[in-house]
Nanobody, 115 residues
Framework: EVQLVESGGGLVQPGGSLRLSCSAS????????IYWLRQAPGKELEWVST????????YYTNSVKGRFTASRDRAKNKMYLELTSLKPEDTATYYC????????RGQGTQVIVSS
């Protein structure tokens, strides 16, 4: 059974940074396209980023381009999402998932951007 686990969230001031991690059991993450999604309170699940299994190409939704960076560590079988220049509107629960709809995702990690 494949399980995904996100970590690294927290409370940060506007302009601050966090690094989210995604680890997995039952699969090799770098062999999969991995999607980062987020869900703000009262809003629908939103696609944030994708890192492709082949070539490690990265894609971002417009609102986070230039501020978020997805990466992967083959040796540790982990994926990361570096969040910088955080804004209050980035407040959400962040998930790593196997597709853009979050069919398989972890429990999420909460990011709160507030002064």
């Amino acid at each position: 059974e494949v399980q995904l686990v996100e970590s690294g969230g927290g409370l940060v001031q506007p302009g601050g940074s966090l690094r989210l991690s995604c680890s997995a059991s039952g699969c090799v993450l770098v062999s999969e396209n991995i999607y980062w999604l987020r869900q703000a309170p009262g809003k629908e699940l939103e696609w944030v980023s994708t890192i492709s299994s082949v070539g490690g190409f990265t894609y971002y939704t417009n609102s986070v381009k230039g501020r978020f960076t997805a990466s992967r560590d083959r040796a540790k079988n982990k994926m990361y999402l570096e969040l910088t220049s955080l804004k209050p509107e980035d407040t959400a629960t962040y998930y790593c998932a196997n597709d853009r709809t979050g069919t398989l995702r972890g429990q999420g990690t909460q990011v709160i951007v507030s002064s």
